[in-house]
C-alpha cells in the first residue's frame, strides 16, 4: 500500500494534469496556481517540489488545439 503522501502527490499531479487538458492557457495557471496553493498545506517540501516542478513543466507545454479532429499547436 502506498503511504499517503505518496497518493496525495498523484492526486495534485492528475488535477493539473486534467486542469491542462480542459482548459484554456490563462485558466490553467489560473487553476494551477491554486492548486499549488492548497498543496503547499499538506505536502512535505520534497513532494511539494515535486509537485511543483510537474507544474512548471506543464505551463511551458504548448497546447494542443483539436479543429475538426485534427491536432495543431497555435
Same mark, same amino acid.
Given at each position: 500500500?502506498?503511504?499517503?503522501?505518496?497518493?496525495?502527490? /498523484?492526486?495534485? !499531479?492528475?488535477?493539473?494534469?486534467? *486542469?491542462?487538458?480542459?482548459?484554456?492557457?490563462?485558466?490553467?495557471? $489560473? #487553476?494551477?496556481?491554486?492548486?499549488?496553493?492548497?498543496?503547499?498545506?499538506?505536502?512535505?517540501? /520534497?513532494?511539494? !517540489?515535486?509537485l511543483l516542478?510537474? *507544474?512548471?513543466?506543464?505551463?511551458?507545454?504548448?497546447?494542443?488545439? $483539436? #479543429?475538426?479532429?485534427?491536432?495543431?499547436?497555435?
Amino acid at each position: 500500500m502506498e503511504p499517503i503522501s505518496e497518493i496525495l502527490l /498523484e492526486a495534485c !499531479k492528475e488535477l493539473i494534469s486534467d *486542469a491542462k487538458a480542459g482548459c484554456i492557457d490563462i485558466v490553467f495557471k $489560473e #487553476i494551477c496556481l491554486d492548486i499549488l496553493f492548497k498543496a503547499r498545506h499538506i505536502l512535505s517540501e /520534497e513532494d511539494f !517540489k515535486k509537485l511543483l516542478a510537474y *507544474a512548471s513543466e506543464k505551463v511551458q507545454e504548448k497546447a494542443q488545439i $483539436e #479543429i475538426k479532429g485534427v491536432m495543431v499547436s497555435p
